[in-house]
DNA sequence: ATGATATTGAAAATCATTTTCAATTATAAA
DNA sequence: TTTATAATTGAAAATGATTTTCAATATCAT
């Protein structure tokens, strides 16, 4: 879906195209699920098998700095990665299938005001992930 | 503070005192920041010098176990622990000295039924984190 | 005091991630 | 096109964190 679009801002920052990054981009802008480096390695050298982890890594890297992916932080480990949300998102993450929907954080300012008026705080930024099950699991 | 109930708990779980759980112990539960195995480790060695990083692991592990501490989750890296809240509250971090402040979250629950209602998510937990910076440090 | 068994630290093993490096490849310039 | 250059690559080695193994030791119920 958004691969062409994701490509083209890798080149319009001064990056190449190159087979890996097309097979590594591909698997990470369809996904609905967050996917570890090592998922990625495995679903993208279907299409490119000469990829190696360690282009993985570097190119998961770059698209992070892009602001392409985000890190998902869940109780088995933390470096699962999704694509990121427009804006200030949150993330929704379904127990049973992975899936992982985004959602607008807006609504909360009011509460994290009243948290900082209480603990004194002066409140920069905000982490928030929901779980549960989605509508197909539930 | 805590150190002497924590100490009981274990006890009361069938774990035996040690001098190396002693010290482990003390470190986490006076510390007002989120620290490493290898922080405990390291402060834990003034008192017991003997100590293992093994132990370190190991004891955490069952803190965590009983509730009586939680993993604290940073752009840095998610194996820092802190002191745990009582029931289900949240964590404020200083991006400057690193002080942790426990908060309750009840206010977002009507926050969260209504990403619920909208994204037809079943919501069972939440997972919410405020950076800023504190009373003192601002 | 004694014995069963949990706990220990050291060393080795494992696993994820990063660094190094020489070969390859994309791209801009000729 | 061809060429030059600099980015990119994968393999292997290095690193760093965590876990496992194991024999020695220490705790605690008896």
Not at 17 to 44: K, Q, W
Not at 62 to 87: D, M, N, S
Request: proline share 2%.
């Amino acid at each position: 879906m958004a691969t062409k679009s994701w490509l083209t801002q890798l080149q319009d920052n001064g990056y190449r195209l190159t087979g890996a990054r097309r097979a590594i981009v591909e698997i990470i802008a369809d996904s609905r699920r967050a996917l570890t480096p090592v998922e990625v390695y495995d679903a993208a050298r279907d299409q490119y098998p000469a990829l190696g982890l360690v282009t993985v890594y570097r190119t998961l890297e770059k698209l992070e700095e892009l602001g392409l992916i985000q890190r998902v932080h869940q109780p088995k480990g933390c470096q699962a990665f999704i694509t990121a949300g427009k804006g200030h998102q949150h993330l929704l993450l379904c127990n049973k299938c992975g899936r992982t929907t985004l959602f607008d954080g807006d609504d909360i300012d009011q509460f994290i005001k009243s948290v900082a008026k209480k603990t004194g705080y002066r409140i920069t930024e905000h982490w928030l992930q929901l779980f549960g099950l989605c509508e197909d699991c539930k």
